[in-house]
């Protein structure tokens, strides 16, 4: 199945910083989403991006499908960024494969 | 329009029990998905069910069993409850539930604790 890789596993900004997170896939995926997993378990839709590039506020994202890696752009963080970031991929076979998460702690 | 809902929000089990956990999707989604996170394992897949059709499972014991009714909504039961079960449920909808290729929105999870 699909190997996920995140880095870094962990991140300490200070407020106002800039971060970039990496997620690199072991084969093609038909659908790659990111999250951030807020304190109480949720998980919170960021991007849906299999390929190209997209923003949202603070947030930017970029997939680069033939090299099967993904990055996403934090830019002038905040301490309600904090938390743990996940990427995922998908196939052709109903599941979405996790990675392990990047911690994003944020020093006020 | 609502999220998704999952219930309980929170169970405290012993071993040996059994327990049935609750998801209804986003109106309109018809593929709902399961997934379980551990601090060791990270989030695994379950299973994932469209139009009340199991089309994927995961590498978990037989213990675990889903499905899906007409009205999309779906549960899953763990029987015969072990300590390393305790983790946070996750359940997903999606619209089409063509392969995994949906944007999935997850619910708020079930957190079981099995003492």
């Known amino acids: 199945g699909i190997q996920v890789e995140q880095s870094p596993p962990d991140l300490i900004l200070q407020e106002g910083a800039n971060s970039t997170l990496r997620c690199n896939f072991s084969?093609?995926?038909?659908?790659l989403q990111w999250f951030h997993q807020n304190p109480w378990g949720q998980l919170i839709n960021l991007f849906y991006?299999?390929?190209g590039t997209k923003q949202n506020g603070r947030l930017s994202a970029t997939t680069v499908a033939t090299e099967r890696y993904s990055l996403l752009y934090i830019s002038s963080s905040q301490t309600t960024d904090s938390g743990v970031y996940f990427c995922?991929?998908?196939?052709?076979?109903?599941?979405?494969?996790f990675g392990k998460g990047t911690l994003l702690t944020m020093n006020p | 329009k609502a999220g998704v809902t999952q219930t309980p929000r929170y169970l405290i089990k012993t071993r040996g029990q059994q327990v049935t956990l609750s998801c209804s999707p986003i109106?309109?989604?018809?593929?709902v998905s399961w997934y379980q996170q551990t601090p060791g394992q990270g989030l695994q897949f379950l299973f994932e069910?469209?139009?009340?059709?199991?089309?994927n499972k995961g590498n978990f014991p037989g213990r675990f069993s889903g499905r899906q009714f007409s009205n999309s909504r779906s549960e899953m039961n763990v029987s015969t409850l072990e300590l390393g079960d305790s983790a946070l449920y996750l359940c997903?909808?999606?619209?089409?539930?063509?392969?995994?290729?949906?944007?999935?929105?997850f619910g708020p999870g079930t957190r079981l604790t099995v003492l």
């Open positions: 997903a909808s999606s619209f089409s539930g063509t392969g995994a290729t949906d944007t999935q929105y």
């Open positions: 084969d093609s995926v038909n659908n």
């Open positions: 991006i299999p390929s």
């Open positions: 995922a991929g998908g196939g052709s076979n109903y599941k979405l494969t």
């Open positions: 109106s309109g989604h018809r593929s």
């Open positions: 069910y469209f139009s009340e059709t199991q089309r």
